[in-house]
């Protein structure tokens, strides 16, 4: 797979809601492939949509809820090949923003790690609020850019 050359880039837009008990909001999702991972809600630019807009329907469609964008958190910064076996001939490029929701109660979330039914072949998606302080304990981040992106909440953190 890491063979293949390049032929496009797959821009992701992905946000960071914290809610007022200082937890975050991640994504636990199982993917075609069978992979599990912990991740934050986001996706797929689509063609013709600007990063705030897709932003916005991305989180509607996966929670429900509508966000408003606070800030600009970080764009990737070093060469990602994708992840996905459908597209492993895209370089990644995922931008992250900081996020509010007056609805973030009506999210629905569990206490439990991927708690969903997995069937094989087919995606699966469930949200889980995590305490900022225990977030660069999650094993189950695998994605590197979202690995940077936790190195970086946790630097945040501590500069206050």
Known sequence: MSGLPLKRFNIRVYGILINPHQQILVSDEAFKS???????????LELGEGLIDGLKREFVEETGVE???KSHFY???FFVRSFFEL???SQIISIYYLLESKDWTQIKTSDK???????AGKEAESFRWVNVSELQNETDIILPIDKVVVGKL???LKSF
Request: proline residues 7%; charged residues 25%.
């Open 34 to 44: 069978g992979q599990l991972a912990t991740k934050f809600p986001g996706g797929g």
């Open 67 to 69: 966000v408003e964008v």
């Open 75 to 77: 764009t990737t910064d």
């Open 87 to 89: 597209s492993p001939d």
């Open 113 to 119: 790690k991927f708690d969903f039914e997995y069937v």
């Open 154 to 156: 946790m630097q945040q």
